[in-house]
């Protein structure tokens, strides 16, 4: 296997910049800052733009019912698990060069390949609703009209794809991404109490007049920090990047941080929505717009704008990836063009699926009557349903000796990813259980 990634030709090597920093040749710290600068994409890109609208919606809510000292322990816990998950997708990318519904298609036959296709397209369709309902729901409150905020949102995602090259999407993906820290300024103005968050950590409890939920709120915050678009987009990013097994370290690393920030984020996301705990009532059915009147109300105006800009930021970086993921994966698994180095005329199809699925998204939140709270618990169903094989298949090829060579998981890894794998089919029982009976 390393030996095929060797013949890399002259045009895979500079297919992004990617490649002419990391043979750069400069010493010191000018060769450290370039790496850096380079190693920054995918694996960051995944794990913020799983702080979503609605997961920062969720976040928030979960702060408002339970306050701090429940779930900002768990949050940060849940770095691990979704480390080692996006860890598998990001090298079994980078070592054999293909995306996951091209393996599953190859390894599992046409069953799985489509089984896999169909049901991620359908849940990102879903999630991307949820998406344009955050992005929409601060310009609603300044007074636009729906529809009218709806296309606004639309034309900015859709010209995304305009931009030229993998390079320039990658950094412009990144920037909207470290906007997300805004969670964090909102959290801090709301001046929660240190001595409470650090209680939290050495006495982590429920109380007792909320144990009855609790269950439901753990799963949803656990089910908010895995998600299967995750899968499928850091796999095919790793390509189009150009990240190949030599630079596995820096896809760790990329990784780590983006995780690292993500848990830490949606903490700040429960910290600011704990400002609400014991004010609002109902809070467990706000909507974008209820939370952000709500904390206009309690906190100030202030937090309550920065909050909503967060959501819609959120929601943009959101639906990029998760249009980016089912684009990817249909486009390798029939064969098209697929590359974000293409311009829209290179690859049609690619490009099709992207924005195809972002009109769609948009134009169903102006259903009239449609039940927009009932997409989330939908969503997270079916997405529960769909990671099950597919974690065990990405356990099964990362620890494939004859696909992944000298870079297959360890038995340690094994063992402690299929314990991964284990907790999450539960977790899957336990919301089907909570959402149906």
């Not at 830490?264 to 706000?286: P, R, T």
Request: proline content about 3%; aromatic content about 12%.
């Amino acid at each position: 296997m390393d030996k095929m990634q060797a013949t890399l030709t002259s045009s895979d090597a500079h297919q992004s910049k990617f490649r002419e920093i990391v043979t750069n040749r400069k010493k010191g710290w000018k060769r450290l800052a370039l790496l850096i600068w380079a190693l920054m994409g995918p694996g960051l890109i995944a794990a913020m733009a799983d702080n979503d609208a609605g997961g920062a919606i969720s976040y928030a809510v979960t702060g408002a019912e339970f306050g701090i000292g429940l779930f900002v322990p768990l949050v940060l816990c849940l770095a691990p698990l979704t480390f080692t998950i996006q860890e598998m997708s990001m090298r079994l990318g980078a070592v054999t060069q293909e995306g996951f519904s091209r393996l599953a298609l190859k390894r599992y036959g046409r069953f799985w390949g489509y089984y896999h296709i169909t049901t991620l397209a359908f849940e990102n369709l879903l999630i991307l609703v949820t998406e344009f309902i955050g992005m929409t729901a601060g310009l609603v409150l300044l007074g636009l009209p729906l529809w009218l905020s709806t296309v606004l949102c639309l034309l900015l995602v859709v010209i995304f794809a305009l931009f030229t090259g993998y390079w320039t999407k990658e950094r412009v993906a990144l920037f909207v991404a470290l906007l997300n820290v805004v969670f964090l300024v909102v959290a801090a103005m709301t001046h929660p109490s240190l001595a409470a968050i650090g209680h939290s950590f050495a006495a982590w409890n429920v109380p007792a007049a909320l144990q009855g939920g609790v269950i439901w709120y753990m799963i949803a915050t656990i089910g908010n920090a895995v998600a299967p678009w995750m899968v499928f987009f850091q796999g095919s990013g790793t390509v189009d990047k150009g990240v190949t097994s030599r630079e596995l370290w820096l896809g760790r690393i990329d990784t780590a941080i983006g995780i690292l920030l993500q848990v830490i984020i949606a903490a700040g996301a429960i910290i600011a929505g704990a400002a609400l705990f014991g004010h609002v009532q109902n809070i467990s059915n706000a909507g974008p717009s209820d939370m952000i009147r709500a904390l206009n109300n309690v906190v100030g105006r202030w937090p309550a704008i920065l909050f909503g800009f967060g959501l819609f930021n959120a929601g943009f970086l959101a639906s990029i990836t998760v249009s980016l993921s089912s684009s990817w994966s249909i486009a390798e698994l029939f064969g098209w063009s697929k590359s974000l180095n293409d311009k829209v005329w290179e690859a049609p199809k690619f490009y099709a699926v992207y924005i195809g699925s972002l009109v769609l998204a948009a134009f169903a939140i102006l259903i009239p009557n449609l039940p927009l709270n009932y997409f989330s618990v939908v969503a997270q169903v079916i997405g529960g349903i769909l990671m099950l094989p597919l974690l065990i298949f990405m356990v099964l090829m990362t620890s494939d000796r004859e696909l992944m060579g000298t870079h297959r998981t360890r038995i340690f890894g094994r063992i402690w990813s299929w314990v991964m794998v284990s907790l999450l089919i539960g977790l899957t029982l336990a919301s089907f259980w909570q959402t149906f009976f």
